[in-house]
Each structure stands twice: as structure tokens, then as C-alpha cells.
């Protein structure tokens, strides 16, 4: 999960509970597995309706131990946690694919198509089924911090002749190659800083006779 905004972090799932002392709180972007969930219900005022908040029991990512309790989802019922995409597997297209609402009617026929993925995207894998005649599909989220469902694509044709090869939509995305060479970096910023110098030498005044 994600954290979508600041969020304290207390030692028990009730709000009166103690801040936890190693760290009071999370910032937003902030990676968590959740452990365990509670809802609490409440009343803000004497006469009005209970609230319903659900608090979810958290450790780092990384971390072994657990941390504490955070809203998960507010009294608002706004998510303070969302899937984060980084959880399910990074693809990429190898050619156009259409997204349809769902993997298929129960008459046979393809669902409703709601848009289209074009080659080269990248998108994660949240979920896959094989059909019956082994055709292969997935439900897809768009790239990017949070994991949300957009929906249902082919990423598998078995062959239709024996012997034939199955066709595949889908290969795993590159990661991005990051590289650092301090040597490089040090000569190119010594280099822009002379560059400014330069421009900025004031040649010395000539004194002359004025008479």
C-alpha cells in the first residue's frame, strides 16, 4: 500500500492511543504493508449518527516488525491507503491492445470495449485467467504510483494450427538503467563553473593622463 497523505501512526487502533515514539508518523509516498484491519465506530457529537472509520495495523516496507495503527480509510470515507502499483508485475505491449470491460459475457461474446492500449505501454498486472480454449487474459492498471483497475485485455492467443506457437501481447518492461560517474559529474560541474567565471572577468583599469 501507499500512503496518499501524512498520517500518524499510533500504538493502539483507538484515536486516544499513544503516538508511537520511533516515528509518529508516515509521509505521503510512503510504502506499507497492512497486517490487520478495524473499524471503529463513533459519534462526534452527542446527538448526531455514529461515523465509521476503518484503522489498519501497519509495518514499513522492508521492515520486519510491525509500527502501529493509521486510518486507513477515513470517517469520510475517503482511502488514506491505496494499492500501490509497484506490488503487481511491470509488462510492457507489443502492440495495440483493446481494454474491454470485462473477460467476456456469459453468452460467449467479448464484453464492452471501453479503450485501447497502444504499443509500447507500460501497464501492471493485476490479475490473469486462462479461458476455456486457452486464451489468456489480464486485468490491467496504468502505470504510476497507485494500483487502480482499468480493465481487461488479451495477452495470450494459443496457436490455432497444432504445432503453431502462441501468440503473446505482452513481454516484461525494461527497467530504466540509472547510472552515476562521479568523475564525470565532478568534471562537467567544475566545467560549468569556470564557464560562469569567464564570463564574468573584469579586465583592470588602465590609469591615464587627462590633462
Not at 21 to 45: D, N, Q
Not at 131 to 144: C, M, N, Q, R, V
Request: aromatic share 2%; with cysteine.
Amino acid at each position: 500500500m501507499v500512503a496518499m497523505s501524512t498520517l500518524q501512526v499510533r500504538q493502539g487502533p483507538t484515536h486516544d492511543s499513544a503516538l508511537v515514539e520511533t516515528c509518529h508518523k508516515i509521509l505521503p509516498g510512503s510504502l506499507v504493508r497492512v497486517g490487520a484491519k478495524e473499524m471503529l465506530s463513533f459519534k462526534e457529537k452527542l446527538m448526531t449518527k455514529p461515523v465509521n472509520e476503518t484503522r489498519m495495523h501497519i509495518e514499513l516496507d522492508g521492515d520486519q516488525e510491525p509500527l502501529g495503527w493509521v486510518t486507513g480509510i477515513s470517517r469520510d470515507e475517503i482511502e488514506t491507503l491505496k494499492l500501490a502499483s509497484r506490488g503487481f508485475p511491470l509488462m510492457k505491449t507489443i502492440k495495440s491492445c483493446v481494454v474491454r470491460e470485462s473477460t467476456g459475457r456469459e453468452d460467449g461474446s467479448e464484453a464492452t470495449k471501453i479503450g485501447e492500449v497502444p504499443k509500447d505501454t507500460s501497464v501492471r498486472i493485476m490479475e490473469t485467467i486462462v479461458l476455456a480454449d486457452g486464451t489468456e487474459k489480464a486485468l490491467i492498471s496504468k502505470d504510476g504510483v497507485v494500483a487502480s483497475a482499468y480493465g481487461w485485455i488479451v495477452t495470450k492467443i494459443p496457436g490455432k494450427a497444432k504445432g503453431e506457437e502462441d501468440q503473446t501481447l505482452l513481454v516484461p518492461a525494461t527497467p530504466l538503467p540509472i547510472s552515476f560517474n562521479l568523475a564525470v559529474h565532478t568534471a562537467n560541474s567544475l566545467m560549468r563553473v569556470l564557464s560562469g567565471k569567464a564570463g564574468k572577468v573584469r579586465l583592470p583599469l588602465i590609469a591615464t593622463d587627462c590633462h
